[in-house]
């Protein structure tokens, strides 16, 4: 790269650099502007030709470019990113403290102001990006149908469980019949429904294997309901069902080890909050351990549509039935638009194996569907026009960009490890043991700077306290209340609490 006046300036990026080449460019570019090397208002090179130029990707540049419009230090003008004209006033930014590290600046760009709690917990959708003409009118001539529509069948509105099955074809690889489908409220409506039909079957309180980390809510639900919950130790690739109990009868009609689960509920395509994704192999062990036990897996496909790492993998369903088996199938999918849409839509959709339909439908029957009608309409109206396919393309490349971010703005963080995310709305901060880093003196310090982030630590089984810590973040309702995108600022915040360690003064 030149200086405007024609001389090099010194951008170095180096693969073999733990850090990552966006963040070892967001800091040397930092550096030039505190320095002095580059002055404010002086343009900087378009991100294709300097990506050229390095040998990396334009990305790459895109994501450093971001970080430091982010923290102040660019402006993006007509046809330009220039170092900000703002940082005139200032004289130059912050001055690097005597370690010779550049300190982060405080923001010239955006003076800082008094701003709400910024909610970085996990789980949260960005819903900004929804309202487009093809939502409104979805909702709008779904209000309007309502006055003289008839309510859905208990087994959910036909159109929408027709795009649905449209939708698992052609993004999830599971190919079945409409009326297969229920629609739900969300993935626990679905499982309350699975367990109640087991129970049933079984006259007996079920045990139900779930991951251990896991989502918290779901674990709880066979909890509520006085069913045993077995939680099951994860590893790199997610559940291993060599890790579940294999019942085997005695010969005085007893078990003579532990009986296996009747259910497993399990996250094969984005482990949460850990990030796996199980392989293939491991999907056909678990399916095979299923058959041979007689189990129902539960899928809960909370937010596979937002890989943005390659393209979603199949749904587990997808692989159900042994090649030439008639046992009706093992896996039960749950699904949700919550991740993908908005929390408040309330409605998702149950996909059984065909086995357990009828007495399904039953159930729903007698206990009627909660979810809206008018919110069953116009989401099937928003799928035919096309809406949730191209909603969901822009925010894979919306949440890439985030986490991208959030690396960069973390990168060299003494004691902290990203755990590598392939897709979804959140990033898992480990600590490493170098620092001395504790959860919840973390979260309490980063809530009293304004930002609220999660422990790791709730998302175990309680008794079961894995040997991990750190702490998870979110970043999809990255807005704050006065509509400005707060992540960079919360992240800059996030990174000052994780420079000291606990119990430092």
């Known amino acids: 790269m030149r200086h405007p006046h024609g001389a090099e300036l010194p951008l170095r990026l180096d693969r073999s650099d733990p850090a990552p080449l966006p963040a070892q460019l967001v800091r040397q570019l930092r550096e030039l502007v505190v320095s002095?090397?580059?002055?404010?208002?002086?343009?900087?090179?378009?991100?294709?030709?300097?990506?050229?130029?390095?040998?990396?990707?334009?990305?790459?540049?895109?994501?450093?470019?971001?970080?430091?419009?982010?923290?102040?230090y660019l402006h993006a003008t007509t046809g330009a990113t220039v170092v900000h004209p703002d940082l005139a006033r200032t004289g130059r930014a912050a001055a690097p403290p005597a370690g010779g590290a550049a300190a982060r600046p405080v923001r010239a760009a955006r003076p800082r102001r008094e701003r709400p709690v910024i909610d970085l917990t996990?789980?949260?959708?960005?819903?900004?990006?929804?309202?487009?003409?093809?939502?409104?009118?979805?909702?709008?001539?779904?209000?309007?149908?309502?006055?003289?529509?008839?309510?859905?069948?208990?087994?959910?509105?036909?159109?929408?469980?027709?795009?649905?099955?449209?939708?698992?074809?052609?993004?999830?690889?599971?190919?079945?019949?409409?009326?297969?489908?229920?629609?739900?409220?969300?993935?626990?409506?679905?499982?309350?429904?699975?367990?109640?039909?087991?129970?049933?079957?079984?006259?007996?309180?079920?045990?139900?294997?779930?991951?251990?980390?896991?989502?918290?809510?779901?674990?709880?639900?066979?909890?509520?309901?006085?069913?045993?919950v077995l939680p099951v130790p994860l590893d790199a690739h997610g559940l291993d069902p060599a890790r579940l109990p294999a019942g085997a009868w005695g010969a005085a009609g007893d078990w003579e080890v532990e009986r296996a689960p009747d259910a497993v509920v399990v996250t094969?395509?984005?482990?949460?909050?850990?990030?796996?994704s199980m392989p293939a192999a491991r999907r056909l062990?678990?399916?095979?351990?299923?058959?041979?036990?007689?189990?129902?897996?539960?899928?809960?496909?909370?937010?596979?549509?937002?890989?943005?790492?390659?393209?979603?993998?199949?749904?587990?369903?997808?692989?159900?039935?042994?090649?030439?088996?008639?046992?009706?199938?093992?896996?039960?999918?749950?699904?949700?638009f919550t991740k993908v849409l908005a929390p408040g839509l309330g409605v998702g959709y149950l996909l059984p194996p065909p086995a357990l339909r009828e007495e399904l439908l039953r159930l729903r029957t007698d206990l009627g569907n909660p979810a809206s009608a008018v919110a069953q309409d116009a989401l099937a109206r928003f799928l035919a026009a096309g809406g949730l396919r191209r909603h969901t393309a822009r925010m894979r490349r919306e949440y890439r960009r985030r986490r991208d971010l959030l690396a960069a703005a973390l990168a060299g963080t003494a004691g902290v490890r990203a755990v590598p995310m392939?897709?979804?709305?959140?990033?898992?901060?480990?600590?490493?043991?170098?620092?001395?880093?504790?959860?919840?003196?973390?979260?309490?310090?980063?809530?009293?700077?304004?930002?609220?982030?999660?422990?790791?630590g709730t998302y175990w089984a309680e008794g079961s306290r894995g040997s991990r810590r750190g702490v998870v973040v979110g970043f999809g309702a990255s807005g704050d209340a006065a509509g400005d995108d707060a992540l960079p600022d919360a992240l800059e915040v996030l990174a000052g609490v994780l420079a000291r360690p606990s119990g430092a003064a």
């Open 36 to 72: 002095g090397a580059l002055r404010p208002g002086e343009p900087l090179p378009p991100t294709r030709g300097l990506a050229a130029r390095l040998g990396v990707s334009r990305g790459t540049v895109v994501t450093a470019y971001d970080q430091l419009h982010g923290e102040g």
């Open 122 to 228: 996990p789980g949260r959708p960005d819903t900004a990006r929804l309202a487009t003409p093809a939502w409104r009118a979805a909702w709008r001539d779904a209000a309007a149908a309502a006055a003289g529509a008839a309510p859905p069948p208990p087994q959910g509105s036909a159109a929408l469980r027709e795009q649905i099955a449209e939708h698992l074809r052609l993004m999830r690889g599971v190919v079945r019949d409409p009326e297969d489908l229920l629609v739900t409220t969300g993935a626990r409506d679905g499982l309350q429904l699975l367990l109640a039909v087991l129970h049933g079957r079984a006259g007996r309180p079920l045990r139900v294997a779930v991951e251990d980390p896991g989502y918290p809510s779901l674990r709880r639900v066979p909890q509520r309901l006085g069913h045993e």
């Open 422 to 456: 392939d897709g979804g709305l959140h990033a898992v901060l480990e600590f490493t043991g170098e620092v001395p880093l504790e959860e919840q003196d973390v979260v309490d310090r980063a809530a009293a700077a304004g930002v609220r982030v999660a422990a790791l």
């Open 268 to 276: 094969p395509s984005h482990q949460y909050p850990l990030g796996a």
């Open 285 to 336: 062990e678990l399916l095979g351990w299923a058959r041979a036990h007689g189990a129902l897996v539960v899928e809960d496909d909370y937010d596979s549509e937002l890989r943005y790492v390659g393209e979603p993998l199949p749904a587990l369903a997808a692989l159900d039935r042994a090649p030439g088996a008639d046992d009706g199938g093992h896996v039960a999918t749950l699904g949700s």
